[in-house]
């Protein structure tokens, strides 16, 4: 998924480039350099206590699931590229 996603990616980016490119008075692009952004959903959290107002109050219930499945279905993950893409405008 994620050779995928990378292929579009490029080709997108080169279709604006060229876009950009022909809109300024140039006839084609030429790649120079390529960024692959990597990204973490994750932060770490910390937990102290200090806003908690009534300890003793239980926690809340987990939200009800869907009809026909839970919250999350099983085996579904979200995956993305994003590339930082470099071009020169030739004439």
Known sequence: MRREARL???????AEATEYARANGFSRVRLLSVEEGTSFRGTDIVVTGA?????????????????????????????????????????
């Not at 579009?8 to 080169?14: D, F, K, N, P, S």
């Open 8 to 14: 579009r990616a490029l080709a997108r980016g080169e």
């Open 51 to 91: 806003r908690i107002s009534n300890v003793a109050a239980p926690p809340p219930p987990p939200p009800m699931p869907e009809r026909g499945g839970g919250i999350v279905a099983p085996g579904q993950i979200d995956t993305g590229v994003s590339l930082g893409l470099l071009y020169r405008m030739e004439r």
